[in-house]
């Protein structure tokens, strides 16, 4: 079945540090794939998508490329800030189902340190 | 993009009572939510799927009548936690598909639920 797998946290990173967090993929099909964020006691929020191989999403300060031969997603930030501390999941959508659910890895938590 | 709106944000309940805990649209329709619990070391699990009109879709493993999901119009899916025990005490998270963003989701703030 579809999976995700994201690097396990917690990721400590000082202010101004590069950041990436490693996302890989397990599906059938062409899948589309999503990055959320999710801040203390609140809800998940979109962060960018792609929705095929070589996409590039991108929020202006986050990006991820979509790599069909790698079956990744990996989540990047040049410079990261104290306020994008929070948890963030990887997520894959099997376009091809019939209800288009979405499959989340497990979170990983960024602790970032002033 | 399109608002979801989940309420209540948390809520504490005495172990054998039921806990209703609504999912709504706001500004658009939703034929189908999904309903999600998220587990202590952050992962989210899909519960069940929401079909407007018709029963719930539910993952393997999670049982139908512990948690009962009504989707009774478009823009309204609520999730009952019947005769919930202290191991029921999560965090519940609705989405739906946005219709604004193209292949998005968008997601209620959550439903702390204690039980004691």
């Known amino acids: 079945g579809n999976s995700v797998t994201q690097m396990e946290g917690p990721v400590t990173l000082s202010e101004e540090a590069f950041l990436t967090i490693n996302c890989t993929y397990t599906a059938t099909g062409y899948p589309s794939l999503f990055w959320y964020v999710q801040y203390p006691g609140e809800g998940l929020q979109l962060l960018l998508k792609?929705?095929?191989?070589?996409d590039k999403g991108s929020n202006k300060v986050f990006e991820a490329t979509y790599r069909k031969e790698t079956t990744s997603f990996h989540l990047e930030k040049g410079s990261v800030q104290v306020s994008d501390s929070a948890v963030y999941f990887c997520?894959?959508?099997?376009?091809?189902?019939?209800?288009?659910?979405?499959?989340f890895g497990t979170g990983t938590l960024l602790a970032v340190q002033p | 993009g399109a608002v979801v709106s989940q309420h209540p944000s948390w809520v504490i309940c005495k172990s054998g009572t039921s806990v209703k805990i609504e999912c709504r649209s706001l500004?658009?329709?939703?034929?189908?939510m999904f309903w999600y619990r998220q587990f202590p070391k952050q992962s989210l699990m899909l519960m069940a799927t929401s079909n407007e009109g018709s029963k719930a879709t539910y993952e393997q493993g999670v049982e139908k009548d512990k948690f009962l999901i009504n989707h009774a119009s478009l823009t309204l899916s609520t999730l009952t936690v019947t005769s919930a025990h202290p191991e029921d005490s999560s965090f519940y998270i609705c989405?739906?598909?946005?219709?604004?963003?193209?292949?998005?989701?968008?997601f209620g703030s959550g439903t702390r639920l204690t039980v004691v």
């Open positions: 997520a894959l959508s099997d376009r091809g189902g019939a209800t288009n659910k979405l499959i």
């Open positions: 792609a929705t095929k191989a070589d």
């Open positions: 989405s739906a598909r946005d219709p604004v963003v193209n292949y998005g989701y968008t």
């Open positions: 500004d658009f329709q939703a034929t189908t």
